[in-house]
């Protein structure tokens, strides 16, 4: 069977593997261990030298790299990134858990686009090593796993509430008494067996909690103990030095991040890094007006909210999606001109997230429920994440004019000459766009 810390590498094993392992600056030697493993890792393809993780620090970038490849490459090769489920590599992943975590939390802030990254990434491996492991190993790997990560023996429905309002899971998938979600055979048994007397309790219990079930709420549940994890390390950090070693990876996912991203969101992509010149078409920063400008490399607190959550989200997803907006009468969604929503969710949502990680103090730190209010101006309704079932729910709101820039935000208007005549920034966005588009073509 697999270890637990192979699904839960916060465990008490996981941790025990950490205490263990030594020296950190060994994680940039070339282990041969690691390599046998994942050479030897059925259909794991190799097709050259680079796709083989040599040392605990390939690993790690490796790792990151699968998360993106996974979620942005149509053209995603799983063959290439077999290894990644290979539970024989548990000590390694446990190890590279660690260090990404303590990485991420020294060099990102918690709702910094690359946290977010790498805590939905364990998530989604999660679920796929659990697809991998025999029904009956699973079954008694998942009860044991839960009994983990359980909070005072139990666990409350409200800890849910985020993969609920996904629709990945629904209320009634669950079965709830006295507020306890009930998953595991022995607490359905005590609770309910003598409630049953024409039928097999044990019968019912495989009926009522489905497998799938539970592996959601697995899943979901270390997510939420990641997230903890590395909010810990951070207001560690304020105090403790760490390790080089961490400190160096931290360094190196500033810049891998946003290059791995680069090849598949254009937003990111260009010679010019993240404020670069981009494909014609595409957000092109060094049009965007003073305010806009004002807005992405970041605002103090108190302009915030209505900077990030009302002027930036409207502008960013009218300037990319449909700039015609004010010469139009059509009543339009975001999904009639980004049908899948890739757009909205590599490109859009990116610029607006890393300007509200820019702000003084980032916004999400003490106002995470602005991130609801981002995507409710987007049209999709008090939610989380953007998702195509919950659109309509609100409405896709357009752009401030500047008179109401200058009234509710005027530490950010500062008027250059290409705000002159113009009556909103979406507007200014489109002529020095197109000015810029004719002078790259002559």
């Given amino acids: 069977m697999a270890e637990v810390s192979y699904i839960n590498p916060l465990s008490d094993e996981g941790r025990g593997i950490i205490r263990g392992y030594g020296d950190l600056n060994q994680i940039f030697a070339e282990d041969e261990s690691l390599i046998d493993i994942i050479t030897r890792t059925t259909n794991q393809k190799i097709s050259d030298d680079s796709i083989i993780p040599k040392s605990y620090h390939d690993l790690a970038l490796k790792r990151i790299q699968w998360a993106i490849e996974k979620k942005n490459n149509r053209n995603y090769s799983q063959s290439e990134f077999e290894y990644m489920t290979n539970s024989e590599l548990f000590v390694q992943d446990v190890v590279t858990f660690h260090i990404l975590c303590q990485a991420i939390a020294v060099q990102f802030n918690l709702g910094s686009r690359e946290s977010r990254l790498f805590i939905e990434s364990q998530g989604a491996l999660i679920l796929e090593r659990l697809a991998k492991i025999p029904p009956m190993a699973r079954a008694e790997i998942i009860d044991e796993v839960l009994d983990e990560v359980k909070t005072d023996g139990s666990i409350g429905w409200k800890s849910l509430k985020d993969v609920i309002s996904t629709k990945k899971l629904k209320l009634t998938d669950l079965l709830i008494d006295g507020g306890d979600i009930i998953l595991q055979q022995e ?155 890739t757009i909205t969710e590599n490109e859009i ?24 209010n981002i995507i409710s101006k987007l049209g999709f309704g008090m939610h989380e994440t953007v998702d195509i079932n919950h659109e309509g729910e609100t409405k896709w709101y357009t752009p401030m004019s500047c008179e109401k820039i200058k009234i509710h935000l005027p530490n950010l208007c500062h008027p250059d000459k290409s705000c002159k005549g113009i009556n909103n920034p979406l507007s200014c966005y489109g002529r020095k766009k197109y000015q810029l588009d004719n002078q790259s073509d002559e």
Wanted: some cysteine.
């Fill in 349 to 372: 949502l990116p610029l607006i997230f890393d300007a509200a990680d820019n702000c003084t103090p980032p916004l999400f730190e003490d106002q995470p429920q602005e991130k609801i």
């Fill in 187 to 341: 607490d359905f048994l005590e609770r309910f067996a003598d409630k049953f007397h024409d039928r097999s309790p044990d019968r019912m219990y495989g009926i009522l909690i489905g497998d799938s079930v539970k592996e959601q709420i697995l899943s979901r549940l270390i997510m939420q103990k990641t997230e903890e994890y590395i909010q810990r390390i951070k207001e560690m950090s304020a105090r403790v030095e760490f390790h080089p070693a961490i400190l160096k990876i931290g360094e190196e996912l500033k810049e891998f991040i946003p290059e791995e991203t680069g090849k598949y969101n254009q937003y990111y992509a260009g010679s010019g890094g993240i404020y670069g010149s981009v494909e014609a078409g595409k957000l092109n920063p060094e049009a965007f007006p003073p305010c806009i400008k004002s807005t992405v490399e970041g605002v103090s607190s108190g302009g915030r909210n209505d900077a990030i959550v009302l002027l930036l989200t409207s502008f960013a997803s009218y300037a990319r999606l449909y700039p015609r907006i004010f010469a139009s009468d059509e009543t339009i969604k975001v999904s009639d001109v980004d049908p899948d929503l």
